[in-house]
T-cell receptor
């Protein structure tokens, strides 16, 4: 298995632009998570889905952030408009909820820089 | 979920055992202890988890005290590639899947 796939790996954009991050979970996994990591705040959960349905979005910072999971093999995290404070590494993770819901598999991350 | 407390940093000599402690004194009966690690610039990696019995897998051993208020992750023969930040997390099995990562312990394995 290729593991969790994220794209792009690096993104540099200007303030005000729309940014879309993509994630392909491990095949067969039914939960998907979006995390953000910064030096100041550490690693924090933004939102997670189970069976493509958002379960907890309490970590989404504000309305500029949105996430979708149109099917079991694809999810997007969109920031519109982007701001410099959104600069961070964004990780996607997936898990098989029914067997061990604490065992999550993380992707390599997308490093976002907003100038 | 119960909070955890870990030392901010530890050092270990290559080839020796690394023992990483975690305090979770407010843990409840249905909360599991999970350990993850994050090697620089990579995504976190699941290591092991347990409820009350000691657990061992190919990566590490997890020792949980009888009162469950603390645990120790043991890397039996640390290598330079084990240098990473190690996170101890408690999670209610069957409840939310939300992992709350603290600051963890930065383990440095020295040659």
């Amino acid at each position: 298995d290729a593991g969790v796939i994220q794209s792009p790996r690096h993104e540099v954009t200007e303030m005000g632009q729309e940014v879309t991050l993509r994630c392909k979970p491990i095949s067969g996994h039914n939960s998907l998570f979006w995390y953000r990591q910064t030096m100041m705040r550490g690693l924090e959960l933004l939102i997670y889905f189970n069976n493509n349905v958002p379960i907890d979005d309490s970590g989404m910072p504000e309305d500029r952030f949105s996430a979708k999971m149109p099917n079991a093999s694809f999810s997007t995290l969109k920031i519109q408009p982007s701001e410099p404070r959104d600069s961070a590494v964004y990780f996607c993770a997936s898990s098989l909820r029914d067997t061990n819901r604490g065992e999550q598999y993380f992707g390599p991350g997308t490093r976002l820089t907003v100038t | 979920d119960a909070k955890t407390t870990q030392p901010p940093s530890m050092d270990c000599a290559e080839g020796r055992a690394a023992n990483l402690p975690c305090n979770h004194s407010t843990i409840s009966g249905n909360e599991y202890v999970y350990w993850y690690r994050q090697i620089h610039s990579q995504g976190p990696q699941y290591i092991i988890h347990g409820l009350k019995n000691n657990e061992t897998n190919e990566m590490a051993s997890l020792i949980i005290t009888e009162d469950r208020k603390s645990s120790t992750l043991i890397l039996p023969h640390a290598t330079l590639r084990d240098t990473a930040v190690y996170y101890c997390i408690v999670l209610i099995q069957g409840g939310s899947e939300k992992l709350v990562f603290g600051k963890g312990t930065k383990l440095t394995v020295n040659p």
